[in-house]
């Protein structure tokens, strides 16, 4: 009998994509999954909904947009729903494991194209690159507090002391390992707010990579941030940057799909953790697309916006619903 086992390969020995450290089966799949669930938790706790949106945006005024403007809210509105459609219908297969990863696909591209639109109906910008479009999300709905809550959780900095701490008073002693399954919203912000954390690690990671690449740190002819003049330019570097929900999304997106291949397609335990995986998806993307519809709803004003739903209701190609969203 053969010796062979990918578990064995992948989490001894690594592989191209990942030179410098192998996948960690102990966390790996659980984070991915429990942090989805901790969001489904909160979204139904606080009752993300359209209504709901539609409260908590009541003070948002109408405002003036081209034709073309009108239309990249509409159409980043139409890709959002579309993508809920497709997790709708993913929820009916009964071996989530063979759908783990397109769900995964299906759920991100959902919030950007709706963090898209909200951008859109805020200011009437468009971006092309997806973390253009996670720092005017964050710099003009999670920062300003107009975002709902779970999509409100943030950092504003990567200094490692100071995001630290922002994050202990935002989860205000609700800890949470994400190794666990949160079972209600005290447990789901804990869990919330710990993967908040690790993404602001990464983020930091990421930001001091790049800055050991500049001509700025090359100059200091240093390898490392020793000495106090490679620590200076670093914490300049970080003390500006935020972490928000769709900071911690296109993370996701990568991690999940990506790193995890062997976690969400491999093991006999894996289906197990994975049955409430793609109805957790759904949830948390539906809070989303409500939330932005009822933001943009309120910039576009109530005619415009309801000849937009009705006319995507008689025409969608797909099964879902916008009324069952946007009402």
Not at 116 to 138: E, I, K, L, P, R
Request: glycine share 6%; net charge neutral.
């Amino acid at each position: 009998m053969s010796d062979f086992s990918l578990y064995q390969r992948f989490t001894t020995q690594g592989t191209l994509s990942d030179p410098g450290e192998v996948p960690d089966p102990r966390f790996a799949l659980p984070s991915t999954v429990n942090w989805m669930h901790a969001l489904a938790v909160l979204v139904e706790s606080d009752g993300v909904r359209f209504s709901s949106a539609l409260s908590f945006y009541g003070r948002v005024a109408k405002r003036a947009f081209t034709p073309q403007e009108e239309n990249s809210i509409f159409e980043q509105l139409l890709f959002s729903l579309h993508q809920l459609s497709a997790l709708e219908a993913l929820r009916q297969i009964p071996c989530k494991a063979d759908v783990a990863r397109v769900g995964i696909v299906a759920w991100y591209y959902g919030i950007y194209s709706a963090a898209s639109a909200m951008v859109a109906a805020q200011d009437g910008s468009f971006q092309d690159d997806h973390t253009g479009t996670a720092n005017a999300w964050d710099r003009q709905f999670a920062a300003t507090g107009i975002a709902m809550v779970p999509f409100s959780l943030r950092v504003s900095t990567l200094l490692e002391a100071n995001y630290k701490a922002e994050v202990d008073a935002l989860k205000g002693g609700a800890s949470f390992d994400l190794l666990s399954k949160p079972s209600n919203p005290v447990e789901a912000l804990g869990a919330s707010c710990a993967y908040l954390s690790g993404s602001a690690a990464w983020w930091k990671w990421k930001a001091e990579e790049a800055l050991k690449q500049s001509r700025e740190f090359k100059a200091l002819n240093v390898t490392n941030f020793r000495t106090k003049a490679a620590r200076d330019m670093r914490d300049s570097r970080l003390r500006g940057k935020s972490v928000s929900f769709l900071h911690q999304a296109f993370r996701y997106r990568g991690k999940a799909n990506y790193r995890e291949a062997l976690f969400l397609g491999y093991g006999a335990h894996a289906e197990n953790l994975l049955a409430e995986y793609i109805d957790d998806l759904a949830a948390v993307l539906r809070g989303f697309t409500s939330m932005a519809g009822a933001f943009a709803s309120k910039r576009l004003g109530k005619t415009l916006w309801d000849e937009f739903v009705n006319d995507l209701e008689q025409n969608r190609t797909f099964q879902l619903s916008p009324k069952s969203v946007w009402s």
